[in-house]
């Protein structure tokens, strides 16, 4: 069992930066996948940025350029620098694991831009 557990959210101005942070309860080297989805209300859960456990990074486009995930193995916790932020990228932001293929998912962070 996996849990993760997300924080770093809140609300901030367009233009403004962020840094989510997801502790994971387990050694997150064993992960084959991890990374960020984020939902907004009355859309669809969409991918924010992954990391495989081959070192491949996916971003989407919308936040290429502005987010970058990092992590620190010894703290098994993955961050998500969100900068340049922008009212479209208010939304639930969830922490994802995929390990020994099972999917986990945080309980989710509140990101708003707004001002």
């Known amino acids: 069992q996996v849990q993760l557990v997300e924080s770093g959210g809140g609300l901030v101005q367009p233009g403004g930066s962020l840094r989510l942070s997801c502790a994971a309860s387990?050694?997150?080297?064993?992960?084959?996948?991890m990374g960020w989805y984020r939902q907004a209300p009355g859309k669809q859960r969409e991918l924010v940025a992954v990391?495989?456990?081959?070192?491949?990074?996916n971003y989407a486009d919308s936040v290429k350029g502005r987010f970058t995930m990092s992590r620190d193995i010894a703290k098994n916790t993955v961050y998500l620098q969100m900068n340049s932020l922008k009212p479209e990228d208010t939304a639930v932001y969830l922490c994802?694991?995929?390990?020994?293929?099972?999917?986990?998912w945080g309980q989710g962070t509140q990101v708003t831009v707004a001002s």
């Open positions: 994802y694991a995929n390990f020994l293929r099972q999917d986990y």
């Open positions: 387990g050694n997150i080297l064993s992960f084959f996948t």
């Open positions: 990391r495989t456990s081959s070192g491949n990074r």
